[in-house]
């Protein structure tokens, strides 16, 4: 984070909060999971539940294979777990599907969250898009 950031933002809840609020009020979707190799799901912000669907309460423990179906490349996930398994970020489109079964083209970017050097947890960033 930014000194400035910092010095606004004197404590751990003070910087946690600043990442809530970002997060619940960004117009992207985002998704984390843990760091296990399950990956469950343990966030999804309101722009999640816009885009697919899905509360908060029926993702929670997930994993976010519920968001794939038959028209999903298994190259592209094939790819995601490569990267994931190595601790690399990943950036993606595949076509998901939505709560109701309705396809559509996600464009996606994993990131790992690190603390000492180990990956805790992992941010998946997701937006709607077109084309493949």
């Not at 997060?23 to 979707?29: I, M, Q």
């Not at 190799?37 to 309460?57: C, E, M, R, S």
């Not at 976010?64 to 028209?71: A, E, N, S, W």
């Not at 990267?83 to 489109?93: I, N, V």
Request: glycine share 10%.
């Amino acid at each position: 984070m930014s000194n400035s950031i910092r010095q606004a933002l004197e404590t751990d809840d003070d910087n946690l909060a600043l990442l809530k609020v970002l997060a619940d009020n960004s117009f992207d979707s985002i998704l984390v999971t843990d760091a296990t190799k399950a990956g469950k799901i343990i966030y999804v912000n309101k722009a999640f539940t816009k885009l697919t669907g899905y509360g908060q309460d029926e993702v929670i423990g997930q994993t976010p294979r519920i968001l794939q179906g038959t028209g999903t490349d298994r190259k592209v996930i094939k790819e995601l777990a490569t990267a994931l398994s190595a601790g690399r970020k990943f950036e993606g489109k595949a076509i998901n599907f939505k709560k109701d079964g309705s396809p559509f083209i996600m464009h996606w970017r994993v990131l790992p969250v690190k603390v000492g050097g180990k990956i805790r947890a992992w941010v998946a960033i997701q937006r709607e898009t077109s084309g493949l």
